[in-house]
């Protein structure tokens, strides 16, 4: 498919962009005190080379009472402009436009970092920060639309080319839209009118400040996914009003952060809200941009072809690959770093006070350290082990210049990594699996498959460096009954190899726990697919396909620990636990397995003993570092380091990252 249309002009009020992806705005924690630091400038420098059209930035707090987080950038003062000014002369000498998000959190505010009682339309408790936040005054929310106003002014300066007004995701505008947030019974509240009047103020104020010409972007959710909160009809009407107030560019995005409904998680198909922007640009002449997990370029383009936006709205797409627009333009396609939906370095980065980062690119947010260099000396680089850490240890060494050779066990390259994605839930693991595989294969790298490494043979090749990257292997726990015919492995569950039947039983709660438990419950279901054909010929109605959909089999997640996939942030494993919950998945945390028996497990748990019925049981715990290669060759190589799980158990995204740091420092 050509990308004929994403990559065509569009304009927006009186901008002209080159194409139509845009670059989200999304909290990053690079600001230090609120400045755009030279991370923060390289990170979007890097994404405007990359070639994205429109990048909006922040959001920027319009006052320090609404600041959302730690090193949340901010344009509450004049002092900030200075650096952001460095920021926009750099998106624009890389080609791209850009806009500054303004932002106020309202009662996603925390009093912990702003030392003052968050504000809102009402007084509802924030789910985040269990906080009640104080009602504004009509007095004070006039001078929230001047705070609006001087940061739309501050933004010009700086040299933006456009401002958003965040009004969406649950921040203070869109508390003053929903109906859930606001209780009020003056002019700012009760009718759809008076919840929509704080942001046409907003709105008005910054055209009538900065001019008709300047483009001003409004971020509104289709749908809060919150229970009594705004939904599509009203955001219809919303957006309609909005256009007539000035605004230039709708930005749709769809749930706040307290909403139960995933919508950023790898569970989430691809584009799954696009149908509800094409029913906002049926009610609009400007242009809507769409997104949320988009993160594919000829989806994107066929989102476009078909009428459903005007723009592609990308975020953690672009952090996992800036190039993605450039790739996609020249035809590179198999060459663009997935965003695989984990959220482990993004999002809960963001959620935990850290600074974003991605499990994909490990450059993300240290752009300036991790660039890849030609090396000092090249050399001959043996890499012992094709998981992601080996992988990425490879394609680093080769991009660098040394003679790669990768080294594989087993006749397919992967390692762990060919184990998740199996589950339809989190497939996203197999397109990070293709890309890596595609990349060490483009890449002048010696790969040899089916490859048992041993001491000598490592030494025949007379490598200047070993990389040992065997990852892990499961050792099986000491527990009576793990021989038995219908006990197995994680393994052989995720390589098809077992013979699951009925109730299923899962030992251990981890993350590959989860991947069976998902996978062995979506064994027992109806696929989507077929469920969508029966009920489109008439032989089903939705509600009994969705019953055969929902009709998984029996699984229980069997952790000894207080909490199942304990070791994910906040945002991953809410992504993860709606995936076991919708599946109907049992799970049992402070409880140990102390047997195995013909027809169940016997378990142990704080109150006593008891006997779980099962008909299969899968063992997924035990997993130890496969580092006894290293000791081997320990003296006996110039160089020799060991990483990722072989070194010890981590991560993923923890493996691939200590892969591309020493890869570069080779
Ligand atoms: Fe995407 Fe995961 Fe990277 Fe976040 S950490 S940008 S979700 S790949």
């Not at 008005?204 to 996914?225: C, H, M, N, T, W």
């Not at 139960?260 to 400007?286: C, G, H």
């Amino acid at each position: 498919m050509k990308l004929k249309r994403l990559f065509s002009g569009v304009q927006i009020g009186n901008l002209e962009l080159k194409n139509r992806i845009v670059m989200l705005s999304m909290q990053l924690g690079y600001a230090e005190g609120g400045f755009a630091t030279p991370p923060f400038i390289r990170f979007y420098e890097e994404r405007a080379k990359g070639g994205a059209g429109l990048l909006i930035v922040g959001g920027a707090h319009i006052h320090p009472h609404g600041t959302g987080g730690v090193n949340f950038l901010a344009v509450d003062d004049d002092r900030y402009i200075p650096d952001l000014r460095k920021l926009t002369e750099a998106i624009r000498t890389a080609g791209a436009k850009s806009c500054l998000q303004l932002l106020h959190s309202g009662r996603y505010a925390f009093s912990i970092l702003t030392g003052e009682q968050p504000v809102s339309a009402s007084e509802v408790a924030s789910p985040l920060s269990g906080e009640v936040p104080r009602a504004l005054s009509v007095e004070e929310i006039k001078d929230m639309v001047g705070l609006f106003t001087d940061g739309a002014r501050r933004a010009r300066e700086a040299g933006f080319d456009a401002v958003e007004i965040c009004g969406s995701t649950g921040y203070l505008v869109s508390q003053f839209l929903s109906p859930f947030t606001n209780r009020r019974t003056d002019a700012y509240g009760g009718s759809l009118e008076g919840r929509t009047r704080f942001a046409v103020e907003i709105v008005r104020s910054i055209k009538q400040a900065l001019g008709e010409d300047y483009p001003v972007v409004f971020r509104l959710s289709f749908d809060d996914y919150v229970e009594g909160g705004t939904g599509l009809d009203e955001t219809r009407s919303i957006a309609g009003t909005l256009e007539e107030a000035g605004v230039d560019l709708l930005d749709m995005q769809v749930g706040w952060h307290e909403a139960k409904v995933p919508t950023s998680a790898m569970l989430v198909p691809r584009a799954a809200f696009a149908y509800l922007a094409a029913e906002i640009r049926k009610e609009v002449a400007v242009p809507v941009v769409v997104t949320n997990r988009i993160n594919d370029p000829l989806l994107a383009e066929e989102l476009l072809q078909d009428g459903v936006a005007d723009l592609i709205g990308m975020a953690r797409a672009l952090i996992a690959d800036p190039e993605l627009p450039n790739k996609a333009r020249t035809g590179r396609l198999d060459e663009i770093a997935p965003c695989i939906a984990c959220n482990q370095g993004c999002m809960d980065g963001v959620f935990m006070g850290r600074p974003v980062s991605c499990l994909v690119n490990p450059a993300a947010g240290r752009e300036a350290r991790f660039e890849i260099h030609p090396a000092k000396k090249p050399g001959k680089v043996m890499v012992i082990g094709a998981g992601p850490a080996g992988m990425e240890a490879a394609r680093v060494l080769a991009l660098r210049g040394h003679e790669v050779i990768l080294v594989e066990r087993e006749e397919e390259l992967g390692g762990q990594l060919t184990l998740c994605g199996t589950a339809r839930d989190r497939a996203e693991f197999k397109s990070l699996l293709r890309y890596l595989i595609h990349e060490v294969r483009r890449l002048d790298i010696r790969i040899l498959t089916g490859t048992e490494a041993g001491e000598e043979s490592v030494l025949a090749h007379r490598p200047d460096v070993v990389i040992i990257a065997t990852g892990a292997r499961q050792d099986l726990p000491e527990l009576p009954g793990t021989g038995k015919p219908h006990v197995y492995t994680a393994a052989s569950v995720l390589r098809g190899e077992a013979d699951l039947r009925g109730r299923v039983a899962i030992i251990g709660g981890g993350h590959i726990g989860c991947e069976v438990a998902l996978y062995a419950a979506q064994r027992g279901a109806m696929p989507p697919d077929v469920a969508r054909f029966l009920v489109l010929h008439g032989a089903l109605d939705p509600e009994q396909a969705l019953a055969y959909m929902r009709r998984t089999r029996p699984v229980t997640i069997i952790e000894q620990r207080k909490k199942i996939a304990a070791y994910y942030g906040r945002t991953s494993r809410f992504g993860i636990l709606q995936g076991l919950r919708s599946r109907g998945v049992t799970l049992m945390t402070g409880t140990k397995c102390v047997e195995i028996c013909d027809g169940g497990v016997v378990l142990e748990k704080a109150n006593g003993r008891e006997t779980l019925e099962a008909d299969t049981v899968v063992i997924t715990s035990g997993y130890v570092e496969e580092g006894a290669l290293y000791k081997r060759l320990e003296g006996k190589v110039a160089e020799l380091h060991i990483i990722g799980d072989a070194k010890k158990l981590k991560s993923c995204q923890q493996a691939v990252w200590d892969a591309a740091e020493l890869a570069r420092n080779i």
